[in-house]
């Protein structure tokens, strides 16, 4: 499997495993899946995209119709195609405005020399309870989603004994910073990368991701992906992660999810 | 046109997409100082933006226009590259 297939599956197989666990509605169409949580802000994504069809028209008119419709969610998840601009002027001429742009970035064991699998780390830990499953959400909600709208049911449901691992870092007893892998075969994903805002700037963020990745690396994984956000991706490069590719991220502006 | 101009504009923005009609806002307000301020509703908040002055955001004004300060300048810029 080539760096940019492993960056796009490992997301697919992250909302597949969320839907499934969390009994949640997931539809596997031919050009495109899709997962709803109408409890919850997430998760809720058209993605698994057909990246042939994105620039042409009358695909995307019939996705914002069916958005429209409530059939499939508002918000899309996609490797960009090759004319990115046609690709985001069509959806922008049917509502769907693009609201975030992520870097698919990889790192393999072999490029991980500094990883220290010993290293003991006293203000990181793995999350195995439920105060440290609260402590690890709250940073998530305020730090990625700004507001409540992670809810723990779904999250104690996927981390219980599956391929997810939840870190938590406390700084003066204070939870500040998060990480989470999703191991899939010898493929790990990194996700919900998350630093409290006023404690950013102070390496809690590298720390989290380089905990996650010395753990991942300790099992069978020989490739670790992740999906970096314009803030954290120089962050991501220092520790050794190289970019493969972009995502698009889009949201019929003003449709809720439920 | 004018930063004022374009401040009592954006205020008159802000009020809508909150539902705040006596909301005052300020150039340093941030989303740490408005609860409602998420990152969907600050999608929202630019996109009305975008109507009322007929400007077009790229991604990286969206995602760094992260006060009241950074939305005017960045509508001045663009309203005076058109």
Redesign the interface.
Known sequence: MDFISAIESNLHQFYEYAATRGDLELVNERDFSWVRNRRS?WPNWIFRLNRDLLTQEEFIKSLADRIINKDIPPFLVTLEPDNTERFYSLALKYGL?????WTGMAISRDECFQASDNQFHPEIIEVRNTDNLNDWIKVVNASL???TTLEAEIVEKLYRGGPLKLYLGYENKYPVSTSMSFEFDSLAGLYMIATM?SHRGKGMGTLLTRYAIDRCFQNKTELIILHAS?MGEGMYRKIGFKEYCKFGIL?M??RSYR | MKEEEILKSVQEIFRKTFDKPDLIITYSMSPRDLKKWDSLNHVILISEIEKVFGVRFELQDMLESRSVGDICKTVLRLKNSA
Not at chain 1, 97 to 101: G, L, P, S
């Open positions: 802000a405005k693009q609201i975030n742009r989603f700004n507001s805002e314009a949201w502006v003003g």
